[in-house]
Structures are given as structure tokens and as C-alpha cells.
């Protein structure tokens, strides 16, 4: 498994897509959180007047709707193509192992493209005058907030790309998946069908419990959510593996 590991990040790191994918999103978060004029309590830090860089919480998620089903299409999609599944399959290796490989080294890529934001935090704090701070400890919530949805998307994204051997489609499914689980029950809950139960398929999906841990409190119940998602998507990705044996 760790070799398999080593390979998926090296083959992130040996090619542009890595390169890009955390070029792309430190770039468009800097655009947004920077140089995009904005009005008072906008995204742009510099025009909102605030010692924080909770806009940096509010954008990251939409980019990364679109950018980790581009660093996760290819995982099995382009074993598939080149026909390498059929001799990974036969490594001594567990199919679970070989999705847990794959999806810790998409990850780590995730993890890789936060680690340049913190420039932004060291940025505002120097930023403060008047005897203003910037909110820590709500920083550090939103960031395990920001890990735990990336970390989500990561497992739907590996899932997408286990059902289809063409990357392009790889990614539209990821795409959709992504956003549905993201704000997909925000609208079913606001349509008025559920109006009993409204709450609780807000519930269900990721921006109820990411909203929650950006507000500083990590709840066990948003950590025992994000985990479940995880596990649900990384099953079914083992589920697709196992059923080409069938």
C-alpha cells in the first residue's frame, strides 16, 4: 500500500497536474481575497477592514468543487484505459488497500495546496493595528473544516473515477456529486417538500456540517459525518473494484 502511495504522489508531482492544481487554487483565491474590488464585508481583505481571512473559507470550497475532480479523474480511469488495473488488481495487495492508497494520495495533494494559504493568515496578522488579532482559534476550526470537505470530495472524486474508464466523464460525475453533496439538500430542504423534516436533510449534506466547524466549534457529530461520507465512498470505490471480478 505505501508503495502504491509513493507512486500516486510521485505521478502527481512528476507531471503538471499537481503542479497546476495547486497553482490554480492559490491563484484564485489570492484574485478573490486580494485584487477583486469588493464592498464592505466582501471577499477582498483589504476592502472589508477586517483582521480575517474567513472569505479564504467561503471560496476555497467552490474551488475546489471544480479542482478535485480534476486531480482525481485520473485515478482509475486512466488504469482502465491502459489496461494497468488488471495487473494491480493481481499485486498482493487488498482492493481496499489500493482505494486507500489512492485516495490518502489525493489528499496529501489537498493538504499540499492549503499548507501556501497560511501566508494569508501571517499576511493579516501583520496586517492588525489598534490592538486587533486575528481570530485563531476560528481560523484553525475553519481549516480542519476546509480539510475534512476536501477530504470528502477526495472520496467521491476516487469513486467517480472507479465507474468510468474516460477521465472527462470522470470528472463531470465527480462534478455533479460534488456539488450535490455540497449544497444539493440545502435546496431540497428550501423546496418546501420536507417542511417537517427540513432540518435534517439540511443535515445531510456537507455545507450544514462545514458551516459548522468554520465557525470554530469541531463538533464529534460534524467529525463522525465527514468520516461516514468518506467511508461510504471508499466502500463503494472497493465495491466497483471487487464487482470486475465477478
Known sequence: MLTLYIKEIRSFLSSLIGYVAIGVFITLIGIFLWIIPT??????????????????????????LFLIPAITM?????????????LLLTRPITDLQIVMAKYLAGFTLVVISLLP???????????????????????????IGLLFLGAGFVAVGIFSSAISENQVIAFIIALLLCFFCYIGFDFISQAGVFAKSAAFVKALGINDHYVSMSRGVVDTRDIIYFVSVIAIFNLLTRLVLESRKW
Open 117 to 143: 494559504t497560511l501566508i494569508y493568515y501571517y499576511s493579516v496578522s501583520k496586517l492588525c493595528t489598534g490592538g486587533t488579532h486575528v481570530d485563531t482559534g476560528g481560523m484553525w476550526g475553519s481549516y
Open 74 to 86: 485520473r485515478s482509475f480511469s486512466e488504469e482502465k484505459k491502459s489496461g494497468t488495473i488488471e
Open 39 to 64: 464592498e464592505a464585508g466582501g471577499a477582498n481583505i483589504l476592502d472589508n477592514g477586517f483582521a480575517n481571512i474567513d472569505p479564504l473559507f467561503s471560496i476555497a470550497p467552490w474551488v475546489y
